[in-house]
Nanobody
Framework: QVQLAESGGGLVQAGGSLRLSCVASGGTFSMNVMGWFRQVRGKERTFVAGFTTLGSRPYYPNSVKGRFTISSDNAKNTIYLQMSSLQPEDTAIYYC????????????WGQGTQVTVSS
């Protein structure tokens, strides 16, 4: 079982940037499909970034493409989400995830970190 721990959330003004971190423990980090999701209260959790820690091309939904960047430091068992040009609609709890199986139906989740963007 992989444990995931996010950090780096906070309050930022519109147009600002934040970098989220996710430290993984347990398992083989360098062979994982990892991702970031976000959830607004009362809504479903949605995908915002993903890649393999072997260095595959990252993929993003159109809502964040060009503004968010996922990366990893395999030596530190850590993935990052660099977020720029943040907007109030980016306000959510952000979760790190490790994919299990061929899809994202039942990943390992971190506890989440709150990102709040003020206008």
């Amino acid at each position: 079982q992989v444990q995931l721990a996010e950090s780096g959330g906070g309050l930022v003004q519109a147009g600002g940037s934040l970098r989220l971190s996710c430290v993984a423990s347990g398992g083989t980090f360098s062979m994982n499909v990892m991702g970031w999701f976000r959830q607004v209260r009362g809504k479903e959790r949605t995908f915002v970034a993903g890649f393999t820690t072997l260095g595959s091309r990252p993929y993003y939904p159109n809502s964040v493409k060009g503004r968010f960047t996922i990366s990893s430091d395999n030596a530190k068992n850590t993935i990052y989400l660099q977020m720029s040009s943040l907007q109030p609609e980016d306000t959510a709890i952000y979760y790190c995830a490790r994919r299990r199986g061929s899809g994202w139906e039942d990943p390992d989740w971190g506890q989440g970190t709150q990102v709040t963007v003020s206008s």
